[in-house]
């Protein structure tokens, strides 16, 4: 049997929907920017796109390739350099939203982009922080996209890039940042969401996901919510728009 959509769609579906209209997202590359440019033609016409380049508002004509594509520019609210993006609006408490990734997320939502096994000696080096440090410390709330594979979600990540609770929610206020850390972690199975105390757990499964699938995946004992929902089922409208006006050419979502 034909799948309706692919894993790549069923993320950026379900992340698009997260955010409300009027929101001001710091928008990340990859399925980040897909997930908010569907937003935006879709039920948040309002939301203010800001890249990490320097541009603030921006209503792109067509998928922006890079934070530095020309299309940016074009309609934009505003031009400015990249230190006052994050001093002027991250720091202050002006963004609501920040997409995040990574090679590792662990059971209280910190991300790990810096290095696989030891970091004087590790097995795989990866790019690094970028902005995501920044970002996941001082945005209102922020949202993470990954596969769901076990290698993906370690009880503990091998390194700290970007923090999420910490070791939970009293240890991440201690550290004093404002942000209220991650919301929810989108994968290709379900939806997670930090409890009271910071650990993510099961909140929606996607249809036919199952719930063996997810603990299948998950390398701590992952638990569930009281109601675990189903997400609703991508719409033909959203596929289209996905496949027909931002990423014909499948460079994200093959």
């Not at 059971?107 to 970002?135: D, F």
């Not at 091998?158 to 991650?182: H, I, N």
């Not at 004992?221 to 929902?229: I, Q, S, V, W």
């Amino acid at each position: 049997m034909t799948e309706l959509w692919t894993a790549s769609e069923l993320m950026t579906i379900n992340a698009a929907r997260l955010l409300r209209d009027g929101d001001v997202v710091f928008v990340g590359v990859g399925l980040p920017n897909l997930a908010c440019n569907l937003a935006r033609r879709t039920h948040a016409p309002n939301l203010y796109m800001i890249y990490e380049a320097g541009v603030i508002g921006a209503r792109p004509n067509r998928l922006p390739l890079s934070i530095g594509d020309p299309t940016l520019v074009s309609g934009a609210a505003a031009v400015c350099s990249m230190y006052d993006i994050f001093t002027l609006y991250l720091q202050r408490g002006n963004v609501d939203v920040g997409f995040l990734g990574g090679a590792q997320i662990d059971r209280y939502g910190n991300i790990n982009a810096t290095v696989i096994g030891e970091y004087t000696h590790p097995r795989v080096r990866l790019p690094g922080s970028g902005g995501s440090m920044e970002i996941a410390a001082w945005a209102n709330r922020c949202y993470i996209i990954t596969p769901h594979q076990k290698r993906r979600f370690p009880e503990r990540v091998d390194f700290c890039t970007s923090a999420g609770f910490l070791s939970g929610k009293g240890e991440r206020q201690a550290a004093g940042v404002r942000g209220s850390g991650p919301q929810a972690v989108v994968t290709n199975l379900g939806i997670l969401e930090p409890d009271e105390n910071g650990e993510l757990i099961l909140t929606a499964l996607h249809p036919g996901a199952t719930l063996a699938d997810a603990r299948e995946n998950t390398g701590w004992p992952l638990r569930t919510a009281a109601e675990l929902k189903e997400t609703v089922p991508p719409s033909a409208e959203e596929l289209r728009i996905l496949r027909e006006e931002l990423d014909p050419q499948g460079i994200y979502l093959k």
